[in-house]
């Protein structure tokens, strides 16, 4: 998904809509969103293509979440079973984190001590069955969301929030002076020392999901925190570079 | 053959004013308007989410719920903003022309509701709802095998035309009027076509290739519609 931010190397992505022809012949490759019909290349998504070195894409605009194994997402618990908890983390298919992910000592029939019904949490993707997505909270950066504010954005706007190398994520963070988690099923969680910081942190964050298709957006975004008083700090710094350790995992 | 001359001095292969546009209700995961002449359509998709009640789940496929309805102030008369058994057929109709090009497969147990409301209403309304879901669908990122378009032909008297308003549609004289709505992809595959009147079997391969060309054209207006959505965030 960090392909996002290569925007403007190559050529420009144009918009294509289902059903219209993206390029004809063998030369490339199909690729997601996209079928060979009759020799010629098809989208069968809204979105943008792309094209790079031999393969075709085309990168959705909106849509449900597609999850991946590996992703980080933020999701709501909606039932508890015998033996595990489900959640909803926003794809048609439910998500399921089983007791055996859990890495602590859970008493039978208790799983509410641990997450009760409508608790949220940060989750880690490990495998995609039939049935929907399995997750694990097995590391110390997981687990249920004990405070902070949690908002939904645009799955597909995620790439944009967290810039290329996790430099957008960096800069929102130092300037908001909040810690921000980025869940790539869209749902942001920001943690800052009061409401009104957590509120000015979220304003940023949806200014760069609405303006996700401007290029050199980094720059804008200063932009915008100068004119909304906040100039870069140093003391910030040192503080700010340990919480975006765990945004740097998100991207994979 | 003496030709009909049409009420609004259009020509025969003439369309009325028609526009679309993408992305007016916020709430929804994909919305649309279109505009055809007096007639407007907006649609709203919801989904795909999960299918409730439960038995209507399906574990093989999606389903695609269509629910039209037309406002009571879309007409004249006021009509009854209940479920009437014109809405459910159009309802169904709907469905039926948008489903075979919708790849749903991949979200089980789910459904993709669309909701269809005509807030103005001058003939043509399922050809414009068909037009609007469509744009709305593409917009909330269901993965299509191609857009689909609708247009009405009609025969005047013994004059094949396309795109009937009110009045056409009520013209009384020679053989009355005919009204055949089609919905053609735009690879050129017919996906819905139903026919009210008389017409013979020539006149009836001359409507469908006038709505094939009256299709392409309302085709280019929802790729517009869905491009330029993008180009206002720039």
């Not at chain 2, 879309?74 to 948008?98: F, G, N, Y």
């Not at chain 2, 609007?132 to 095998?145: C, D, N, R, S, T």
Request: glycine share 10%; proline share 5%.
């Amino acid at each position: 998904m960090a392909q996002e931010t290569q925007k403007g190397e190559g050529q420009k992505r144009e918009i294509v809509v289902p059903g219209e022809i993206i390029v004809k012949g063998d030369e490339y490759l199909p690729g997601d969103g996209t079928k060979k019909k009759e020799g010629e290349i098809v989208a069968l998504k809204y979105g943008l293509a792309d094209k790079s070195e031999n393969l075709v894409r085309v990168i959705p605009l909106s849509g449900p979440y597609n999850p991946r194994t590996g992703n980080v997402v933020i999701g709501k618990v909606v039932m508890l079973t015998e033996n595990g908890w489900v959640i909803d983390i926003g794809t048609p298919k439910t998500a399921f984190l089983p007791l055996t992910e859990v890495p602590m000592y859970v008493n039978k029939g208790a799983l509410d001590e641990v997450m009760d019904l409508g608790d949220m949490g940060v989750f880690k993707i490990t495998g995609l069955g039939r049935l929907g997505a399995s997750l694990s909270i097995k590391s110390g950066f997981f687990g249920k969301i004990d405070e902070g504010m949690v908002f939904k954005i645009n799955p597909h706007k995620v790439p944009r929030i967290i810039g290329k190398e996790g430099s957008m994520i960096k800069l929102i963070k130092e300037r908001t002076d909040c810690k921000v988690t980025v869940g790539q099923n869209g749902v942001v969680l920001v943690k800052g020392e009061s409401v009104d910081q957590e509120l000015f942190a979220r304003k940023a964050i949806n200014f760069v999901a609405e303006k996700s298709f401007i290029e050199g957006l980094t720059d804008k975004v200063e932009q915008w925190f100068k004119d909304h008083g906040v100039e870069p700090e140093e003391e910030n710094k040192s503080e700010s570079s340990e919480s975006s350790e765990p945004s740097e995992k998100q991207r994979e | 053959m003496a030709e009909i001359k049409r009420p609004d001095g259009r020509k025969k292969d003439e369309l009325r004013d028609f526009s679309g546009e993408v992305g007016i209700i916020p709430n929804a995961d994909g919305s649309a308007r279109f505009q055809s002449g007096d007639t407007i359509a907006i649609a709203a998709v919801y989904g795909p989410k999960t299918m409730h009640p439960q038995h209507k789940q399906d574990p093989e496929r999606g389903t695609l719920r269509c629910t039209y309805s037309m406002n009571s102030f879309s007409v004249d008369d006021r009509i009854r903003p209940a479920p009437s058994r014109r809405s459910k057929e159009i309802s169904q109709i709907v469905e039926w022309a948008l489903e075979p090009t919708l790849m749903i497969e991949d979200f089980p147990n789910t459904v993709v509701d669309v909701h269809i409301n005509i807030i103005q209403a001058d003939a043509g309304t399922r050809c414009a709802a068909i037009n609007a879901a469509v744009m709305a669908l593409a917009h909330a990122g269901i993965p299509m095998k191609d857009m689909v378009s609708s247009i009405a032909a009609g025969k005047l008297d013994k004059t094949v035309v396309v795109d009937l308003d009110k009045a056409e549609e009520d013209f009384e004289e020679g053989e009355g009027p005919t009204d055949i709505p089609i919905s053609i992809t735009s690879s050129g595959e017919i996906t819905h076509l139903q026919l009210d009147g008389n017409i013979s079997k020539d006149q009836l391969k001359e409507a469908i290739e006038m709505s094939k060309k009256a299709c392409k054209q309302i085709y280019e207006e929802q790729k517009r519609a869905l491009k330029d959505f993008v180009k206002q965030g720039e």
